[in-house]
């Protein structure tokens, strides 16, 4: 089985599943989730996450507790007020 369709070159996702279809059965295509707990230093305890596999490379590279409160997965640690 080859990644294009021979007609006219188009992706396989595009067509059905194998070679001399008769039925076009659709593709599916699914994110890599994975269940991970990732320590926040900032807060000092771990988060259960469920994430894809890309979304743990960003969170390896951009730090835990920045990339987890842009998604909204954990809330602001709170601060002292200053008065």
């Given at each position: 089985?080859?990644?294009?369709?021979?007609r006219?070159?188009?992706?396989?996702?595009?067509?059905?599943?194998?070679?001399h279809?008769?039925?076009?059965?659709?593709?599916?295509?699914?994110?890599?989730?994975?269940?991970?707990?990732?320590?926040v230093?900032?807060?000092?305890?771990?988060v259960?996450?469920?994430?894809?596999t890309?979304?743990?490379?960003?969170?390896?590279?951009?730090?835990a507790?920045?990339?987890?409160?842009?998604?909204?997965?954990?809330?602001?640690?709170?601060?002292?007020?200053?008065?």
């Amino acid at each position: 089985m080859g990644h294009r369709i021979c007609r006219r070159g188009l992706p396989k996702k595009k067509g059905g599943i194998g070679t001399h279809v008769t039925a076009n059965t659709r593709r599916f295509f699914f994110p890599n989730l994975k269940y991970k707990k990732v320590y926040v230093p900032e807060l000092g305890e771990f988060v259960k996450v469920r994430a894809t596999t890309r979304a743990l490379k960003t969170i390896n590279k951009n730090g835990a507790y920045k990339t987890l409160l842009k998604a909204g997965l954990i809330r602001p640690k709170n601060t002292p007020s200053q008065a």
